[in-house]
């Protein structure tokens, strides 16, 4: 495993397991178990997900010590539109049965809310909550305006990531201010599989299409995430540390962007 440092030092796994839409309680619960088993050790989920639960209990049945894992979790909009804030974390810290969260993610950018939202995350962080604070679906405009009365900087933006959107204008912005830039679907929910680019690249590495972009993403330094509940693929998209795409056919990824995008964050109406 390859780690990100965060603002803070605190380091960050450069690969976790998402579980968006992964609703089925034991299929949850059994999935975050098989991905601990195998490896990893940042586990990403949200209250939206509605799988909190089931993702603490699959973390306390592995036996690894919390403090081996990384545990990130994010607040939905309608807790920030409602001022209800700190009563979602408090509801995401009991589901989830641990007494502090490692990355708190505001979930989307919400107009009229973001200095609000933020100066809870702020509190929370103060109060040793949480580790370490951020956002996620957050374009430079809306980091811009997040800097003007933060206190605390986000560690860590987490977004639409994949070689369809490889984001590199929000990436670069990341990396001027010191923030982990995190890929949420970086496997486009196998939209690319067929791209014939990735096919060759494949081929050439005697890998995967999942692991060649999942390479892709920590060689750029971006955190990744991908998702599955098949044991045999949860395992298989864990290993990409043990190659290196060249400078060449990082470009050729590059060159595939088509700013698909299937989240709008300047039209939050959900």
Known sequence: ???????????????GFGVFQVRDKEECKRSVLDAIRTGYRLIDTAAFYENEKEVGEGIKDSG????????TTKLWNDMQ??????????????????????????HWPIPGKIKETWRVLEQLYEEGLVKAIGVSNF???????????????????QFECNPYLTRKELRNYCKKHNIVPEAWSPLA?????????????????????????????VQNGIVTIPKSTKEARILSNSQVFDF???TEDIEKIDA???????????????
């Open 1 to 15: 495993m390859e780690y990100a440092t965060l603002q803070n030092g605190l380091k960050m796994p450069m690969e």
């Open 256 to 270: 595939l962007n088509k700013n698909e995008m299937h989240g709008d964050p300047d039209h939050v109406d959900f």
């Open 139 to 157: 374009l430079p405009h809306h980091l811009e305006e997040l800097s003007v009365h933060a206190n605390i900087a986000p560690a860590v933006d």
């Open 244 to 246: 290196e795409l060249s």
């Open 81 to 106: 539109r409602e001022s209800r804030q700190r009563k979602s974390f408090e509801k995401s810290l009991d589901n989830l049965g641990v007494d502090a969260i490692d990355l708190y993610l505001i």
């Open 64 to 71: 690894i010590p919390r403090d081996d894992l990384f545990i």
């Open 189 to 217: 929910r196998g939209a690319c599989f067929d791209d014939p680019v990735l096919q060759s690249l494949a081929e050439k590495y005697e890998k995967n299409i999942a692991q060649i972009i999942l390479r892709y993403d």
